[in-house]
């Protein structure tokens, strides 16, 4: 695939509000009080908007896994060491994964793409090998990659965007794996929302006491090399402190609100991804639900940035696009609720109004 | 179904804690960092210590539906007339309710048991009638009910709970319809945790303003009339304030308990009767999971009461134990999750403690 050099500021895809409010219609007639289905009927009211379809349904669902190695695990910030990132991949197509468990339940195809693992691992099968390099550069050290590697990295979740828009996909899942991406999703958003690392940081897979005070201080050490100010703009933050995965995840988004495909987001690094790719391009939020409140701290302030209240909060703290699979039962009910409950006047039921 | 006039004094089945341990150890195993599935970790624990199995399963959910109607709705307390009870328990048995619609779609069997109805309407087919009385005694003014009305409206849940439990359901929803009995779950919620009403009351079906400060007035005056204090038993507080579907629910979860068969429990009036069901019997709530944090602003004293936390929180205030069913994908996946994933060993993957 050829693309621009700068293919990601192409519009978002328009949502249709006029279907939006046919919707919301619809809810107003179906048998309940008004708004008692909570937050399910916003669910089915922005699908609505997406689809153009007063009684929208999603039907292939899809998801996408990008994983990739980084640099930074050299100075010890994480509890795994980064041979799991292949080890894992093989679990993925093994089937024995939790994402891989989730989406074969929901009948939900599950690409898993190399974007760049530390170690080389071309002979498993069932993975699309696209290595940008064996992991980034350490950002506590220097910038994590070229502009043309960052470049190289959203195209890439761009590309997978399209294919999977191409083949009919109506919801997209992106998940991650890589031994140091909560390492990389903690940069991300404290130099996206200038707020300290000190305020973000977490146990990522299980640092705790010295161990988790040790990452705070080296990441607050690489958000100050990388030395962000309002000068800088998106492609300069993806390149010092991103990773291969975490920028295909928002090349991945980006593309997708500019197909009309709509995403579930996942945990924390799915949404440093997606305030990045919002620094790219302002409205591509319009076409994203949220799956999952992480247990992530750094996550609470990028929901708040983002102005996202996730569908469930269970603790969860995996990645992989767990979260948003966990939830995707619920935007299907949302839909089904939505399309199959009776009106009042279909049931001959009193609406409240008939009381007064 | 003869049963003693304390058949509720008998113990609810043990917990299994042996075999939740080693289904804990089993989670601790599976390759994730430990405890990245959050409570859905928990669910499949105490799934475990219910079954006696270390890997559970649930493969046949029931729904019991109880609807009922009240007579403090003559002081006008409720959004909706008394006629939408008989209307809408068509609407379930026509499948275009809210509950009617989830259960199709979970597979789960929902069965309709006319409690009593203001309306008499035995014609409606596709509804076991069990009615008790046309709808309770207006609460505000005497005793909902004589005790022996309470005896019977607590076996008539008592009986459906064992008629699913032989028919091999092994994990019971319990839900209601009943124009009022939002207030009924005010007025039994601010008795039982000795809390003024006007700290629990909320919209129910869609009140606000003057209609709700009146519903507030109303209620606060039914409480007061009751006089409930410490001397009282639950029997008691039943009879005084409680309403037929809803001390069905509470005898369902009761003789469910008794029999090991857990319970998600839905929102609100489900909770409020769980509330009372520990008043009789403590250790109930050992066999409960906790479908949905409701919108109704009482829902919140009476969780914390119960020391409980839902699975959602998405603003639902429907009832009909449709917050019990949206939450129901989520203790599937858990148990999935449980019994699906790999282990550490299985999949060679390098769990944290092999590097240090």
Same mark, same amino acid.
């Given at each position: 695939?050829?693309? @621009?050099?700068?293919?990601?500021?192409?519009?978002?895809?328009?949502?249709?509000?006029?279907?939006? @409010? *046919?919707?919301?219609?619809?809810?107003?007639e179906?048998?309940k009080?008004?708004?008692?289905?909570?937050?399910?009927?916003?669910?089915?009211?922005?699908?609505?908007a997406?689809?153009?379809?007063?009684?929208?349904?999603?039907?292939?669902?899809?998801?996408?896994?990008?994983?990739?190695? =980084?640099?930074?695990?050299?100075?010890?910030?994480? $509890?795994?060491?980064?041979?799991?990132?292949?080890?894992?991949?093989?679990?993925?197509?093994?089937g #024995?994964?939790?994402?891989?468990?989730?989406? *074969?339940? =929901?009948?939900?195809?599950?690409?898993l793409?190399?974007?760049?693992?530390?170690?080389?691992?071309?002979?498993?099968?069932?993975?699309?090998?696209?290595?940008?390099?064996?992991?980034?550069?350490?950002?506590?050290? *220097?910038?994590?990659m070229t502009t043309?590697?960052?470049?190289q990295?959203?195209?890439?979740?761009? @590309?997978? $965007? @399209?294919? %999977?828009?191409?083949?009919?996909?109506?919801?997209?899942?992106?998940?991650?794996?890589?031994?140091?991406?909560?390492?990389?999703?903690?940069?991300?958003?404290?130099?996206?929302?200038?707020?300290?690392?000190?305020?973000?940081?977490?146990?990522?897979?299980?640092?705790?006491?010295?161990?988790?005070? =040790?990452k705070?201080?080296?990441?607050?050490?690489?958000?100050?090399?990388?030395?962000?100010?309002?000068?800088?703009?998106?492609?300069?933050?993806?390149?010092q402190?991103?990773?291969?995965?975490?920028?295909?995840?928002?090349?991945?988004?980006?593309? $997708?609100?500019?197909?009309?495909?709509?995403s579930?987001?996942?945990?924390?690094? !799915?949404?440093?991804?997606?305030?990045?790719?919002?620094?790219? *391009?302002?409205?591509?939020?319009?076409?994203?639900?949220?799956?999952?409140?992480?247990?992530?701290?750094?996550?609470?302030?990028?929901?708040?940035?983002?102005?996202?209240?996730?569908?469930?909060?269970?603790?969860?703290r995996?990645?992989?696009?767990? #979260?948003?699979?966990?939830?995707?039962?619920?935007?299907?009910?949302?839909?089904?609720?939505?399309? !199959?409950m009776?009106?009042? !006047?279909?049931? !001959?039921?009193?609406?409240? %109004?008939?009381?007064?």
């Amino acid at each position: 695939m050829t693309m @621009e050099n700068t293919w990601w500021l192409a519009p978002c895809a328009p949502l249709q509000t006029g279907i939006a @409010e *046919q919707a919301a219609q619809r809810q107003a007639e179906l048998t309940k009080p008004l708004g008692a289905l909570g937050r399910l009927e916003q669910v089915a009211i922005q699908c609505a908007a997406w689809q153009g379809q007063v009684q929208p349904s999603i039907t292939q669902p899809h998801a996408v896994l990008f994983a990739a190695d =980084h640099g930074v695990v050299a100075q010890g910030v994480s $509890a795994f060491p980064q041979a799991v990132t292949v080890e894992m991949l093989k679990n993925f197509v093994h089937g #024995g994964a939790a994402m891989s468990v989730l989406t *074969q339940h =929901h009948g939900m195809p599950l690409t898993l793409v190399n974007c760049g693992t530390a170690i080389p691992c071309e002979q498993v099968t069932g993975v699309l090998h696209r290595p940008i390099a064996l992991g980034t550069a350490d950002f506590s050290q *220097q910038p994590a990659m070229t502009t043309e590697q960052a470049q190289q990295a959203l195209a890439l979740g761009a @590309e997978q $965007a @399209e294919h %999977a828009h191409q083949q009919g996909c109506d919801l997209l899942l992106v998940g991650e794996m890589g031994i140091g991406n909560t390492s990389c999703a903690t940069v991300l958003a404290a130099a996206l929302l200038q707020q300290p690392v000190a305020e973000l940081v977490g146990a990522g897979t299980g640092l705790a006491g010295a161990a988790l005070a =040790h990452k705070c201080e080296v990441l607050t050490r690489s958000v100050e090399r990388a030395d962000i100010g309002p000068e800088h703009d998106a492609l300069n933050i993806a390149e010092q402190l991103g990773g291969f995965e975490v920028l295909a995840m928002t090349g991945a988004y980006l593309r $997708a609100a500019q197909l009309g495909l709509p995403s579930l987001v996942d945990g924390f690094i !799915a949404s440093a991804a997606l305030l990045l790719a919002q620094r790219f *391009q302002p409205r591509v939020t319009d076409w994203v639900l949220y799956g999952h409140q992480s247990a992530e701290p750094g996550h609470q302030a990028v929901l708040a940035a983002l102005n996202a209240q996730p569908l469930v909060s269970l603790g969860m703290r995996l990645g992989e696009g767990s #979260g948003a699979a966990i939830a995707y039962p619920l935007v299907q009910q949302a839909l089904l609720l939505h399309r !199959a409950m009776a009106t009042f !006047a279909e049931a !001959a039921v009193s609406s409240s %109004a008939s009381e007064g």
